[in-house]
């Protein structure tokens, strides 16, 4: 599925000089059975309201999945800096892993605030924080790039006439 930006943003982004500023946003959702709230972070140092939620300003860095070529598919990773109590509080309460979007917004000069791609849904695989910082493995609850692609398979019993 391809994601398209719109054309405002796609001239902001080639412009050598712009006042549009594009945003990462970060969304912990728990599971059900969770007591904690849902974290929502933007990658800047003051927090801003976007689509009715306030979002956490609050640094972090997105590592993508390795690209070598072994048989293994890599995790990305989010290592947030550990500046609001709430992240950790958050982090403590979880009994399951919790879902994970990201996206990004292009907010112009003068405020408006306009969603260019949107969320891509993840799974915490694993969390771990210390002092500095909250580190997130991201992954996906199933395997469906290893799963078969149908769900007959050709063998001999199955199709006698391919094996000749």
């Not at 907010?107 to 580190?135: A, C, H, R, W």
């Amino acid at each position: 599925m391809p994601r398209g930006i719109s054309l405002e943003a796609f001239r902001e982004l080639i412009a050598q000089e712009t006042s549009d500023l594009f945003l990462f946003l970060f969304e912990l959702t728990p599971n059900d059975t969770s007591d904690a709230e849902t974290i929502r972070l933007v990658n800047d140092t003051v927090d801003m309201n976007f689509d009715g939620y306030n979002w956490i300003g609050c640094p972090f860095e997105l590592s993508l999945p390795s690209d070598n070529d072994d048989d293994s598919i890599s995790n990305a990773q989010v290592r947030v800096q550990n500046v609001d109590r709430r992240i950790v509080e958050f982090v403590r309460r979880l009994d399951a892993k919790p879902k994970a979007r990201f996206g990004v917004v292009r907010m112009t000069y003068g405020g408006n605030k306009y969603l260019e791609i949107p969320f891509m849904n993840f799974q915490v695989t694993s969390v771990s924080y210390d002092v500095m910082e909250v580190t997130a493995q991201l992954g996906y609850e199933q395997d469906f790039l290893s799963a078969p692609a149908t769900s007959d398979i050709f063998d001999p019993q199955m199709a006698p006439g391919l094996f000749i």
